[in-house]
C-alpha cells in the first residue's frame, strides 16, 4: 500500500475502488457521504472539487469542520436543484439497496453528472443464495447485517440484475469491478471470474452512451 | 478548554463618520443622509496583505460590541464573546474581526435618535427610511476606509444574516466567503405581523408623540410590550416550557389580580425593562421596518442567482426550533445557491432553544464555523 492510499487504509475498501477510478481536479458529488472520508481522500490527493450530502447533522458537521463542502439533507430531493452536468462524477456508494425509486433516481443523477459511479451489495453472493436454499431463511450476512424487520435495504440486487436494468434503461456501463471484502469491508481482493456468485459487492461507472 | 484563567481582552468603541455634505449618501429611497457616523469595534490585527478581515453582522438590536471588554474591570463582554477571541472558533489571533453598529441604530451609529445637523435637534421621525441595502453601503464606507478590498468572511444570524446575503448580493467582488446564519431572502407574513405588532406597542404609547420624545419622558411602555412581543418569537414552545413551564413567581397560589403570577410574565417583563435601559424606540421601528422590506426575490427574479456570486463559499446554518426564521427558509437560500453554482454548505442544527439559539454556546456550531474558517483561511 503506497502512501497515497494510506490516507484510506481504514476506508472501505469499496471505497479505494472508487477514488481509484477519479481523475484529478475533477467535480465530485458524493451522495450519502458519511463523515467524509472520500472526500477527505480525494481533495487531499487528487485536489477535487468535492461536495457532499448527507442526511445525519453530527456526521455534517464533522465533514465541515475537516474542511469540506457538505450539506444536510436527503439526496433525493437535493439533487434535483443541481444544473445539467454539474459534475464529473457522482458517487453513490452502498445506498442504492435503500432508494425507493432507482428507476427515477439513476438517469436524474446522471444529469447533473457525466458519470455516476454506485456501488451495491450483492445479492446473487453464494452466502446469501445459500442462506435462503438450505436455511429458508431471509439472508443475515456481514454486508447485509440486518432482519428483514429492521432493515433499510428495501431493493434486492445482483450484479446480473442490475445490468439487465442498465441496458433496459439505455445506460452505458463504462466500467465495471466486482469484490470481495472481509474485515468490516475494509480490506478486499477484486473478483475476476463468476462475479455474481462470489463477489460481495459490484461497483459500476455508468454513463449516458454517445 | 483549560481553567487558567486568560487575561481579558480589552477593546474599545471607535467612530468613522463619512458622507459629508454635500456628499450625503444616497439611499434606497432616493433621500440623501448626511454625515454618518458608524460606530465599530475590531479584535486581532489585520495582517499585511488585509486578507484576514472577518467581518460580523449584528441583529436587530446588537451593537459594535461583539466580543471583549471595555476594561479589566469590565464584568460584561460583547454579546457574542463564546465564539470571538483568541483560540475560539473566529479566531482572533488569526483573524481581524470587525463589528460596526448598523445605520439606523441606537448604539453610537446613525439613527433616529441623533442630532439632525439641519435643525439641532434629534432627527426623531424626520430620518429617513433605511434599509438593509442602505446598512450594508455604510458598511461598506467603514470597511473601505480600513483598507479593505476584500473580506475573509462575514457572518451575522438573523438580521445579520440578512446584511450577509444583502453583501453577496450588492458587493460580490468583496466577499470571499460567507456564513448566513438563521436567516431568510425575506420575512415571512408572521415575522412581519410579529413586527407590527410591537411598532403599534410603540407607536400607541401617549408618551411616543410622533417620534419627537426626546428631551421628555419616552415610549418607555410601548417599547418595553414591543420587547415582549420579541422575545417570544425568539424563544421556542419547548424552551418556554422548560424554561417556565407554569411556574408561579414568588407565590404559591394564584393572586387573582393581575401583578403577574407566573414566571413567564416576570420573565417578558424584566426583558422589557432591561430593553427599555438601552435602546431607543424609533431605531426599532426604523430597523424592523427594514426587516421586513427586505426581499432578495423581488423584482426581477432572485438576487442571489448571479455568475458573479458563484466564487463565494457559503456556509448556511439554521436551527431546528426556529419559527421566526424557519429552516425551510434556509434551505431555500441553499437551493438556490445550487442553482447558481456557489461552493455552498448546509447544516441545520437540533437546538431547542427557538431563534434564540445562534447566540447561545453550541458546541456544533463552534465546529462548523471554526472549520468552516479554517479551511477558507487556507484557500487564501
Known amino acids: 500500500m503506497n502512501a497515497e492510499t494510506e490516507l484510506l487504509e481504514n476506508t472501505r475498501f469499496d471505497l479505494q475502488v472508487i477514488a481509484s477510478w477519479i481523475s484529478p481536479g475533477s467535480r465530485v458529488l458524493d451522495l450519502g457521504c458519511g463523515n467524509g472520508d472520500l472526500l477527505y481522500y480525494l481533495q487531499r490527493e487528487k485536489q477535487v472539487h468535492g461536495t457532499g450530502i448527507e442526511l445525519s447533522e453530527s456526521k455534517v458537521a464533522r465533514c465541515i469542520e475537516r474542511g469540506l463542502t457538505v450539506l444536510q439533507g436527503d439526496f433525493q430531493e437535493e439533487v434535483h436543484d443541481y444544473p445539467d452536468l454539474s459534475f464529473d462524477f457522482v458517487i453513490l456508494s452502498q445506498t442504492l439497496q435503500q432508494i425507493m425509486e432507482p428507476k427515477k433516481l439513476i438517469p436524474e443523477l446522471l444529469r447533473v453528472g457525466r458519470r455516476v459511479i454506485v456501488s451495491f451489495p450483492n445479492f446473487g453472493h453464494w452466502l446469501v443464495r445459500a442462506q435462503v436454499l438450505f436455511t429458508g431463511h431471509a439472508p443475515v450476512t456481514d454486508q447485509l447485517p440486518y432482519e428483514w424487520y429492521d432493515t433499510p435495504n428495501i431493493r434486492v440486487i445482483t450484479i446480473k440484475d442490475f445490468k439487465r436494468f442498465l441496458r433496459m434503461a439505455g445506460i452505458r456501463l463504462a466500467r465495471e469491478v466486482a469484490i470481495n471484502t472481509h474485515h468490516h469491508d475494509r480490506e478486499g481482493h477484486i473478483v475476476t471470474y463468476l462475479t455474481n456468485l462470489r463477489a460481495t459487492y459490484g461497483i459500476m461507472m455508468l454513463e449516458l452512451p454517445g | ?380
Open chain 2, 1 to 380: 478548554m483549560s481553567d487558567k484563567k486568560l487575561p481579558k481582552v480589552v477593546v474599545e468603541k471607535k467612530y468613522f463618520t463619512f458622507a459629508e455634505p454635500p456628499n450625503e449618501m444616497v439611499l434606497d429611497s432616493g433621500a440623501r443622509l448626511g454625515p454618518i457616523t458608524l460606530a465599530y469595534e475590531t479584535l486581532g490585527r489585520l495582517n499585511e496583505d488585509k486578507s484576514n478581515g472577518v467581518l460580523i453582522l449584528h441583529a436587530c438590536t446588537g451593537d459594535s460590541h461583539v466580543a471583549g471588554y471595555y476594561s479589566e474591570e469590565d464584568q460584561r463582554p460583547g454579546w457574542w464573546d463564546n465564539m470571538i477571541g483568541p483560540g475560539k472558533p473566529v479566531d482572533t489571533n488569526r483573524f481581524f474581526v470587525i463589528c460596526s453598529n448598523i445605520l439606523g441604530s441606537c448604539m453610537g451609529s446613525t439613527g433616529p435618535s441623533s442630532i439632525n445637523p439641519k435643525t439641532g435637534k434629534p432627527y426623531g421621525f424626520d430620518f429617513p427610511m433605511v434599509t438593509i441595502k442602505d446598512m450594508v453601503k455604510a458598511q461598506k464606507y467603514l470597511i473601505e476606509h480600513l483598507g479593505i478590498k476584500k473580506i475573509m468572511s462575514m457572518l451575522g444570524g438573523s438580521v445579520g444574516g440578512m446584511q450577509v446575503l444583502r453583501w453577496c448580493a450588492d458587493y460580490p467582488e468583496m466577499v470571499r466567503s460567507a456564513i448566513p446564519i438563521a436567516t431568510t431572502t425575506r420575512h415571512s407574513a408572521q415575522a412581519i405581523a410579529f413586527n407590527e405588532v410591537a411598532r403599534q406597542a410603540i407607536m400607541s404609547d401617549p408618551n411616543w408623540k410622533g417620534g419627537s420624545y426626546y428631551g421628555g419622558p419616552g415610549p418607555d411602555h410601548g417599547l418595553a410590550v414591543a420587547r415582549m412581543i420579541g422575545h417570544v418569537t425568539y424563544l421556542s414552545d419547548e424552551s418556554m416550557r422548560s424554561k417556565f413551564g407554569r411556574k408561579l413567581q414568588n407565590r404559591t397560589a394564584f393572586s387573582y389580580d393581575f401583578n403577574g403570577d407566573f414566571e413567564v410574565e416576570s420573565y417578558l417583563r424584566y426583558q422589557g425593562a432591561k430593553f427599555v435601559a438601552r435602546f431607543d424606540a424609533n431605531s426599532l421601528l426604523y430597523i424592523t421596518k427594514a426587516g421586513d422590506y427586505f426581499d432578495l426575490e423581488r423584482g426581477d427574479g432572485n438576487l442571489l442567482v448571479n455568475d458573479n456570486l458563484s466564487h463565494i463559499r457559503f456556509l448556511v446554518i439554521s436551527f431546528s426550533s426556529d419559527w421566526l426564521y424557519p429552516t425551510y427558509q434556509s434551505k431555500a437560500i441553499v437551493s438556490t445557491l445550487k442553482k447558481s453554482g456557489s461552493d455552498v454548505s448546509f447544516c441545520e442544527i437540533d437546538a431547542r432553544w427557538g431563534h434564540d439559539a445562534f447566540l447561545m454556546p453550541n458546541e456544533q456550531m463552534d465546529k462548523l464555523i471554526g472549520g468552516f474558517l479554517d479551511r477558507i483561511s487556507h484557500e487564501c
